[in-house]
């Protein structure tokens, strides 16, 4: 392998053929360059996706109340249950599989802090909504389980909510004041907001969360839910418990089996897994035309060393009438096929690697953030995956030319030259 007869040899040879050198390793080093590239860009568009999904908990399904559709025993169509605690309370007893459940009532609301007054919804939740959503807090903290069970006056704001009311460079003194929320007054004990700001997730700026059991003694909300998010427990899956959480319902307000309404649901689980499965065959799909562009360069690389034994043949033969063996031939092909698929492939690996990186540079550095573009990146394991296959196409693309020149015979060689 270190021989250094063979490696003058090969890069003499290299040297005398520059321009063939050069187009051979072109087609190698594009090909795998356009591997990584693309492998790139494709996890610029999940990440952008996955990133909407922000740190919501994934294993999760949202349940809520819908104007029935049919009658059903006595109750007529265009009825909406009430869902409420004590639902609530049944699922957790007779759903097996059931990790937490949060749910959410929402009133309009009217905040105050001494002479600022502004109209933000009210939410009344558990401690649990906060790992549903994956907010984050920003200054103190969430609504917590002593809350709950003490009934506490205590209240967080969104981010937003805490500018207006106490000033944009002093929001994060709201802490420990009081504000009146419909003529109630609450402690403000944290100030928190979405992971990260989509359009769909403004809301949660400019909303206030007190505890569930406090909106209802406070408001005369009377138990009332308005929607809730069920998790499964790890070794469960969300679909698995779905139908059972629907059916109970169902059953417990008096809502028609085949009522496709009454009773609505999304499971974000599902959903999650069909996105990771659309780029899981983009990945796939990218692998498959990148690896097929290298080919073409390894062919490319192959039909070269193939003229390169055509041409060497008087060599090949003067080089086994002086004893060498069909192994020491083989193995000298098979590394200049190797040096130059390695080289050429290493050089597209690194391009491609340092133009994804710079296009996530210059994003960062603009502050440029796409709906469907974001983080491009190259993993580590693309990297070695790519080292990988150039080793083994570099030696398949010299093993034909490598054997036939094993079968020179000497006697022939030097007589056809």
């Known amino acids: 392998m270190f021989d250094r007869d063979t490696w003058q040899e090969i890069l003499g040879t290299l040297r005398k053929h520059k321009m063939r050198t050069f187009l051979t390793a072109f087609g190698v080093f594009w090909g795998i360059f356009m591997l990584i590239f693309m492998l790139g860009m494709g996890s610029g568009l999940k990440n952008a996706v996955f990133k909407n999904f922000g740190n919501r908990a994934k294993n999760v399904m949202y349940v809520w109340s819908n104007a029935t559709s049919k009658p059903y025993k006595g109750f007529q169509p265009g009825r909406v249950p009430r869902l409420n605690l004590e639902d609530i309370d049944y699922l957790y007893e007779n759903v097996e599989g059931v990790n937490y459940i949060a749910p959410r009532t929402t009133i309009p609301g009217n905040i105050t802090y001494?002479?600022?007054?502004?109209?933000?919804?009210?939410?009344?939740?558990?401690?649990d909504m906060i790992t549903v959503e994956g907010y984050?807090?920003?200054k103190g903290r969430y609504i917590q389980p002593s809350d709950v069970e003490e009934s506490r006056k205590v209240i967080v704001l969104g981010k937003r909510v805490a500018?207006?009311?106490?000033?944009?460079?002093?929001?994060?003194?709201?802490?420990?004041?009081?504000?009146?929320?419909?003529?109630?007054?609450?402690?403000?004990?944290?100030?928190?907001?979405?992971?990260?700001?989509?359009?769909?997730t403004e809301d949660d700026l400019e909303t206030t969360v007190i505890p569930l059991t406090t909106m209802h003694k406070a408001f005369g909300t009377a138990g009332r839910i308005h929607y809730f998010a069920l998790s499964a427990l790890p070794k469960y899956?969300?679909?698995?418990?779905?139908?059972?959480?629907?059916?109970?319902?169902?059953?417990?307000?008096?809502?028609?089996?085949?009522?496709?309404?009454?009773?609505?649901?999304?499971?974000?689980?599902?959903?999650?897994?069909?996105?990771?499965?659309?780029?899981?065959?983009?990945?796939?799909?990218?692998?498959?035309?990148?690896?097929?562009?290298?080919?073409?360069?390894?062919?490319?690389?192959?039909?070269?060393?193939?003229?390169?034994?055509?041409e060497r043949t008087r060599e090949i033969g003067i080089r086994k009438a002086l004893g060498a063996t069909p192994g020491v031939i083989i193995r000298s092909i098979l590394i200049e096929s190797v040096f130059i698929t390695l080289v050429s492939g290493y050089l597209g690996l690194l391009s491609g690697t340092l133009l994804v990186g710079a296009i996530d540079f210059i994003?960062?550095?603009?502050?440029?953030?796409?709906?469907?573009?974001?983080?491009?990146?190259?993993?580590?394991?693309?990297?070695?995956?790519?080292?990988?296959?150039?080793?083994?196409?570099?030696?398949?693309?010299?093993?034909?030319?490598?054997?036939?020149?094993?079968?020179?015979?000497?006697?022939?060689?030097?007589?056809?030259?």
């Open 163 to 200: 500018e207006v009311m106490f000033g944009k460079g002093k929001w994060e003194d709201a802490i420990g004041k009081y504000v009146t929320a419909n003529g109630v007054e609450f402690q403000v004990v944290g100030i928190f907001g979405p992971e990260f700001i989509q359009p769909w």
């Open 237 to 310: 899956k969300i679909s698995d418990l779905e139908d059972q959480v629907k059916t109970i319902l169902q059953q417990r307000h008096y809502v028609a089996p085949d009522d496709p309404r009454g009773i609505g649901g999304f499971n974000l689980e599902e959903q999650f897994d069909k996105m990771s499965g659309l780029f899981l065959g983009i990945s796939i799909f990218l692998w498959i035309v990148g690896i097929g562009t290298l080919i073409a360069g390894i062919i490319g690389v192959s039909n070269i060393m193939m003229i390169v034994v055509k």
């Open 136 to 138: 984050k807090v920003y």
């Open 114 to 127: 001494k002479e600022n007054a502004e109209a933000y919804d009210i939410r009344g939740e558990l401690s």
């Open 363 to 417: 994003m960062e550095t603009n502050n440029v953030s796409l709906d469907m573009f974001y983080n491009p990146e190259v993993k580590l394991e693309v990297g070695i995956g790519a080292v990988v296959i150039l080793v083994i196409a570099g030696t398949l693309a010299g093993l034909i030319p490598a054997i036939m020149a094993a079968k020179v015979n000497p006697v022939l060689a030097l007589k056809n030259e």
